[in-house]
């Protein structure tokens, strides 16, 4: 009996070994498959081991595709986004407003003046108090800087988190200090674009400063005045539309009589060009005919002179019906030309020519 309980019970013993092998093989298998994961195309991954980064420089960033890492707690893997537009607004400078009433486009009716504790403001230049908010889209740009500050030869780990603070920290700080270098009414209205562009560059500025990995896409302000002074702003902002719209108008008058008097001038000076063209040239053909006869009429005074004369007679003449010229006699005594001339006798009338 002794010796079939023993066979009985060392049977269960190796049937007991075989089954915890397995098990021990399965979870093995299991551990080993459970530390595969993939890293999304527009992703960035680092193997944390103990807390500890794997890899040096750009090794420890994994790229897309298969990869493997031991299981918690021993690894830890952090993927990073490095393409993902991340957005982050400032918590500065705008009065109390809840999600569900910026979702729904409403807000809460203004107090009768503003409260500090929960009404955010910045001040302007000119020492007035306006509302303003920075939205920035941003996208991390080196996932080492990103995740980790490496500082005093030890790593102090970042989430993403904490990187999205600090850019709105950042955020925070270029809307107090750009609002305190421009005037209320620039940054309202007369300079919109530069107010945000400062800001934008104040933004960009502190995240290199601070090495926060991230790339400064884009930063949208938006402005606005003291609800409790809406009515006032907006009487300033009507008389201020009027009087642009009176310089406007002087300036459209002013081109349109310039335009006028620049017409009008170039008319006339067109004008006067083209008669002192013509005159100019009349002068030039005058002197050149006058060359030309020049040595005529120095070869020969008399004759040229009757020749021209005999030339302009005919001219003079061209409708007479006969021609008589008397030249001058040798000696120099005049011609005598003695005609009789009889009148034309007078057509008899008839019936058809009465």
């Known amino acids: ?129 306006i509302h303003t908010r920075a939205t920035v889209s941003y996208h991390i740009d080196d996932p080492r800087t990103a995740i980790f500050n490496f500082a005093g030869g030890t790593n102090q780990i970042f989430n993403l988190a904490g990187v999205s603070n600090a850019v709105q920290n950042a955020a925070n700080e270029a809307l107090i200090l750009t609002a305190a270098r421009f005037n209320v009414d620039d940054i309202l209205t007369r300079d919109i674009a530069g107010f945000q562009d400062a800001v934008s560059q104040r933004v960009s500025e502190l995240a290199e400063r601070e090495h926060l990995g991230v790339a400064i896409d884009q930063v949208q302000v938006q402005s606005v005045a003291p609800r409790q002074l809406k009515d006032v702003f907006a009487m300033v902002t009507t008389a201020r539309q009027n009087r642009d719209k009176l310089i406007n108008d002087a300036l459209s008058e002013q081109n349109r009589i310039a335009s006028q008097a620049g017409a009008a001038a170039a008319s006339i000076t067109n004008a006067a060009e083209s008669a002192r063209t013509r005159y100019v040239t009349a002068i030039e053909s005058d002197a050149t005919a006058f060359n030309e006869l020049l040595p005529k009429y120095t070869g020969n005074p008399n004759l040229f002179a009757q020749l021209e004369l005999a030339k302009a007679m005919t001219q003079i003449l061209t409708n007479v019906q006969d021609k008589i010229f008397l030249p001058q006699r040798a000696d120099g005594k005049p011609r005598e030309l003695r005609l009789q001339l009889n009148r034309e006798p007078p057509q008899p009338k008839s019936a058809a020519n009465p």
Do not use: C
């Open 1 to 129: 009996m002794q010796d079939a309980g023993s066979q009985a019970l060392a049977e269960a013993l190796r049937s007991s070994f075989v089954i915890v092998k397995i098990a021990m093989a399965t979870l093995v298998v299991v551990i080993f498959a459970a530390g595969f994961f993939t890293v999304g195309p527009q992703e960035k991954a680092v193997i944390l081991r103990f807390g500890k980064p794997q890899g040096d420089g750009q090794k420890m960033l994994l790229g897309a595709g298969l990869h493997w890492s031991l299981p918690y707690p021993i690894d830890e893997v952090i993927r990073i986004p490095i393409t993902e537009i991340q957005k982050v607004s400032s918590t500065v400078g705008w009065y109390l407003t809840t999600p569900e009433q910026e979702l729904a486009g409403t807000e809460a009716p203004a107090g009768p003046s503003l409260n500090p504790q929960i009404d955010g403001y910045v001040v302007t230049a000119d020492r007035n108090i």
